[in-house]
């Protein structure tokens, strides 16, 4: 980890001789620029910030791009693609019209020149106050919903629309369908016309506040997100409600929000709080309603500004609030869920790392198998710094689990690291410690090509008996870590879903520290300045770490994970280093694993139940269209409630899980990757004692 705080002391020292009242001034001249009310000017703050991004990126990101036509023309894709995802704004005459910087966009990066930047937003910002005018005027009449005609809602590589025609004929039907969603749910015209125009003053009123500082941030990171997703640049504002997001303790629901143009989703779910609790909200869910207690109605949140949102959210310990949430493998028609939430203080601090125990039958035998769940991979920085000789952490934690399992003499352990999303690396290389000898966990290849290898160095192990580990497509970062070190150490049978495939480290930037002459605030600069591999030789970058035991995966890879995200840094390997292998885990036993598990799902009818769900999920997600007619709609709501009623994943347990606690036992009943991971463990048992 040295490698890290050296880069950071290099980038400091290069550009700490900045100073902002130095640099070069570039005057414009806006005669030629679209006329509007509102139109947005670029400061002389974002001129230099401009130039700063595009020096510490080429200097010091990981990855290095080529400055030339083609990143030009990839800056002004993602700025038009950022401001309209859907393509339900701008025209191809408009697209036309921007293509004359195609090929200019890289230096006016480098030169702070930004006035087409903010041409482009002046546009965008036209075109949206059109369409909204428009949805007004639909709304003095009630659709007909007896027509057969489709809705295509998906339009992210359909073709712009050339004409008013095109552009009406679309907003006429997407408007349709926003009322029929509205109906379908039992409620009247004059409800669903209210609701619909309350959302687009709200989205009025929003889009007339964005301001000069909201149009460089996306601008800039346009062009920083083509480095990888996950070097972003914050504006001042955005920087300090990170700061704010980030303080220890407040009354709410526990779930951190963020904002796209119109919808709220849901960005973390903080373990511990209500809605971690709660186990209904997950990263990528849309928020679309709030209600306060048990009875108040819902009011209709799409288009409301972030902080609004918060504002409704947020409330006195104790008290109820009903959110309507669009699940984000859901589909545009589908109900919304209505997630209960007792709002309580949230502490932000992580869920502590705890341990069940969970006996099971097999041929007149009871097992009992050793669960430690481990929700992320946390440490009390201020009590290590200060040498609080017990600091909190979830290696000392996950120890103590292990010596109360070894005092109730498990036959084995089970470590869930489902949705992990990971934390601190040196708790990753110490936890997995526990279950090793001694020697390295990951190696760390900076931008500059140096490897620095992290080691385990105590050689006492904690535990050394049976073990297996439960991932799933959000078990990531330092979780594919531990996940990955196991497994190339052979010493732990890994089941369930691939990782998500998080292998990068960033840092971030103040940048402030760069122009110490200028008190304007500036922002923060998050870049990407290393990448993790395995002893191996492999990155976990983009494939994750993929199991001995393959279990069905509700979630597209290439929807939910990083292999989704664009410009993810790739996959590649470096040179393996020297270790030991426990050889724990061989071929033969996954072979015999393998057959087994295909045996116990052909087999369990809470099994086939559940493939037989996924694969119609994953069906339907290729469907972008949809009917507009009420009959039509209202069948196809009705056969999807009877599937999923009749999706049963729960099994009777009596006999083979003979558990007395009603807790335990329903989570067993609910939890089908659980479940099969138990099996799993024991047959693994059976096959090392034959």
Same mark, same amino acid.
């Given at each position: 980890?040295?490698?890290?705080?050296?880069?950071?002391?290099?980038?400091?020292?290069?550009?700490?001789?900045i100073s902002y009242d130095e640099v070069e001034r570039i005057d414009i001249d806006r005669a030629d620029l679209i006329q509007?009310?509102?139109?947005?000017?670029?400061?002389?703050? &974002?001129?230099?910030?401009?130039?700063?991004?595009?020096?510490?990126?080429?200097?010091? &990101?990981?990855?290095?791009?080529?400055?030339?036509? %083609?990143?030009?023309?990839?800056?002004?894709?993602?700025?038009?693609?950022?401001?309209?995802?859907?393509?339900?704004?701008?025209?191809? /005459?408009?697209?036309?019209?921007?293509?004359?910087?195609?090929?200019?966009?890289?230096?006016?990066?480098?030169?702070?020149?930004?006035?087409?930047?903010?041409?482009?937003?002046?546009?965008?910002?036209?075109?949206?106050?059109?369409?909204?005018?428009?949805?007004?005027?639909?709304?003095?009449?009630?659709?007909?919903?007896?027509?057969?005609?489709?809705?295509?809602?998906?339009?992210?590589?359909?073709?712009?629309?050339?004409?008013?025609?095109?552009?009406?004929?679309?907003?006429?039907?997407?408007?349709?369908?926003?009322?029929?969603?509205?109906? #379908?749910?039992?409620?009247?015209?004059?409800?669903?016309?209210?609701?619909?125009?309350?959302?687009?003053?709200?989205?009025?009123?929003?889009?007339?506040?964005?301001?000069?500082?909201?149009?460089?941030?996306?601008? !800039?990171? @346009?062009?920083?997100?083509?480095?990888? +997703?996950?070097?972003?640049?914050? %504006?001042?504002?955005?920087?300090?409600?990170?700061?704010?997001?980030?303080?220890?303790?407040?009354?709410?629901?526990?779930?951190?929000?963020?904002?796209?143009?119109?919808?709220?989703?849901?960005?973390?779910?903080? +373990?511990?709080?209500?809605?971690?609790?709660?186990?209904?909200?997950?990263?990528?869910?849309?928020?679309?309603?709030?209600?306060?207690?048990?009875?108040?109605?819902?009011?209709?949140?799409?288009?409301?500004?972030?902080?609004?949102?918060?504002?409704?959210?947020?409330?006195?310990?104790? /008290?109820?609030?009903?959110?309507?949430?669009?699940?984000?493998? /859901?589909?545009?028609?589908?109900?919304?869920?209505?997630?209960?939430?007792?709002?309580?203080?949230?502490?932000?601090?992580?869920?502590?790392?705890?341990?069940?125990?969970?006996?099971?039958?097999?041929?007149?035998?009871?097992?009992?198998?050793?669960?430690?769940?481990? +929700?992320?991979?946390?440490?009390?920085?201020?009590?290590?710094?200060?040498?609080?000789?017990?600091?909190?952490?979830?290696?000392?934690?996950?120890?103590?689990? #292990?010596?109360?399992?070894?005092?109730?003499?498990?036959?084995?352990? !089970? !470590?869930?690291?489902?949705?992990?999303?990971?934390?601190?690396?040196?708790?990753?290389?110490?936890?997995?410690?526990?279950?090793?000898?001694?020697? +390295?966990?990951?190696?760390?290849? @900076?931008?500059?090509?140096?490897?620095?290898?992290?080691?385990?160095?105590?050689?006492?192990?904690?535990?050394?008996?049976?073990?297996?580990?439960?991932?799933?497509?959000?078990? =990531?970062? %330092?979780?594919?870590?531990?996940?990955?070190?196991?497994?190339?150490?052979?010493?732990?049978?890994?089941?369930?879903?691939?990782?998500?495939?998080?292998?990068?480290?960033?840092?971030?930037?103040?940048?402030?520290?760069?122009?110490?002459?200028?008190?304007?605030?500036?922002?923060?600069?998050?870049?990407?300045? =290393?990448?993790?591999?395995?002893?191996?030789?492999?990155?976990?970058q983009k494939i994750g770490v993929e199991p001995h035991i393959e279990f069905p995966n509700i979630y597209d890879r290439d929807?939910?994970?990083?292999?989704?995200?664009?410009?993810?840094?790739?996959?590649?390997? !470096?040179?393996?280093?020297?270790?030991?292998?426990?050889?724990?885990?061989?071929?033969?036993?996954?072979?015999?694993?393998?057959?087994?598990?295909?045996?116990?799902?052909?087999?369990? %009818?809470?099994?086939?139940?559940?493939?037989?769900?996924?694969?119609?999920?994953?069906?339907?997600?290729?469907?972008?269209? #949809?009917?507009?007619?009420?009959?039509?709609?209202?069948?196809?709501?009705?056969?999807?409630?009877?599937?999923?009623? @009749?999706?049963?994943?729960?099994?009777?347990?009596?006999?083979?899980?003979p558990v007395k606690e009603e807790s335990l036992l329903n989570k067993i009943k609910n939890d089908i990757y659980l479940r099969?991971?138990?099996?799993?463990?024991?047959?693994?048992?059976?096959?090392?004692?034959?």
């Amino acid at each position: 980890m040295n490698i890290i705080v050296s880069i950071l002391s290099y980038i400091l020292i290069s550009f700490f001789l900045i100073s902002y009242d130095e640099v070069e001034r570039i005057d414009i001249d806006r005669a030629d620029l679209i006329q509007s009310d509102t139109l947005l000017y670029p400061n002389s703050k &974002h001129r230099e910030q401009s130039k700063l991004i595009y020096q510490l990126l080429t200097k010091y &990101h990981y990855k290095k791009l080529n400055v030339n036509d %083609s990143l030009s023309e990839k800056i002004l894709e993602k700025y038009i693609k950022s401001l309209d995802p859907s393509r339900e704004y701008f025209y191809q /005459s408009d697209i036309t019209y921007f293509n004359q910087y195609q090929s200019q966009m890289d230096d006016y990066v480098i030169s702070g020149y930004l006035e087409p930047a903010y041409e482009i937003f002046t546009v965008y910002h036209e075109r949206v106050k059109n369409r909204i005018d428009f949805v007004f005027s639909l709304l003095e009449n009630e659709p007909n919903f007896s027509i057969d005609e489709d809705f295509t809602f998906d339009r992210k590589n359909s073709q712009w629309f050339k004409n008013d025609i095109e552009m009406d004929n679309y907003w006429r039907k997407k408007i349709k369908n926003s009322v029929l969603n509205l109906k #379908i749910l039992g409620k009247e015209w004059v409800s669903n016309k209210e609701t619909l125009d309350k959302r687009y003053k709200r989205f009025q009123k929003t889009i007339s506040q964005f301001n000069s500082e909201d149009v460089f941030e996306i601008f !800039i990171n @346009s062009y920083t997100e083509l480095y990888d +997703p996950h070097t972003n640049y914050f %504006s001042p504002v955005n920087a300090d409600k990170f700061e704010i997001n980030m303080s220890k303790t407040f009354e709410g629901i526990g779930a951190r929000l963020q904002q796209d143009i119109e919808y709220t989703t849901i960005y973390q779910v903080m +373990p511990g709080g209500p809605a971690y609790r709660s186990k209904e909200l997950e990263k990528g869910d849309k928020v679309i309603g709030v209600g306060q207690g048990d009875d108040g109605d819902f009011e209709d949140i799409i288009g409301w500004r972030l902080d609004d949102v918060v504002t409704k959210i947020k409330g006195k310990k104790g /008290s109820v609030v009903r959110l309507l949430v669009q699940k984000k493998e /859901s589909q545009i028609d589908d109900y919304p869920d209505t997630v209960r939430l007792v709002r309580d203080r949230v502490d932000v601090v992580d869920e502590d790392a705890t341990f069940e125990v969970i006996p099971f039958m097999d041929e007149n035998r009871t097992y009992n198998i050793g669960m430690i769940k481990i +929700p992320s991979f946390y440490i009390n920085f201020e009590e290590a710094q200060r040498g609080v000789q017990d600091y909190k952490s979830v290696t000392r934690d996950v120890r103590r689990c #292990i010596d109360s399992l070894k005092n109730l003499s498990v036959d084995g352990i !089970i !470590i869930d690291l489902r949705n992990n999303g990971g934390g601190s690396l040196q708790e990753a290389i110490d936890l997995t410690g526990l279950f090793i000898e001694t020697g +390295p966990v990951v190696q760390i290849k @900076s931008s500059s090509g140096r490897i620095e290898i992290e080691k385990d160095f105590d050689k006492r192990i904690h535990y050394d008996g049976p073990l297996l580990v439960l991932n799933n497509s959000f078990t =990531a970062s %330092s979780s594919e870590i531990f996940s990955g070190a196991l497994k190339d150490y052979n010493r732990g049978l890994i089941v369930g879903e691939s990782t998500f495939g998080k292998g990068t480290v960033q840092n971030l930037l103040d940048l402030e520290r760069f122009f110490p002459k200028t008190d304007l605030k500036l922002g923060q600069l998050k870049i990407t300045l =290393a990448k993790y591999y395995r002893v191996n030789g492999g990155s976990t970058q983009k494939i994750g770490v993929e199991p001995h035991i393959e279990f069905p995966n509700i979630y597209d890879r290439d929807i939910y994970t990083e292999n989704s995200r664009i410009n993810a840094l790739e996959w590649d390997k !470096i040179r393996e280093i020297t270790y030991v292998d426990i050889n724990y885990i061989n071929k033969p036993l996954i072979d015999h694993l393998n057959s087994k598990f295909i045996k116990n799902v052909e087999n369990d %009818s809470s099994f086939i139940n559940y493939m037989s769900f996924v694969n119609e999920t994953k069906k339907s997600r290729e469907n972008k269209t #949809i009917s507009l007619n009420y009959d039509t709609r209202l069948k196809e709501k009705k056969e999807n409630d009877s599937k999923n009623k @009749s999706l049963d994943t729960s099994v009777k347990l009596s006999e083979i899980f003979p558990v007395k606690e009603e807790s335990l036992l329903n989570k067993i009943k609910n939890d089908i990757y659980l479940r099969e991971s138990v099996k799993l463990f024991v047959q693994m048992l059976s096959f090392k004692e034959s």
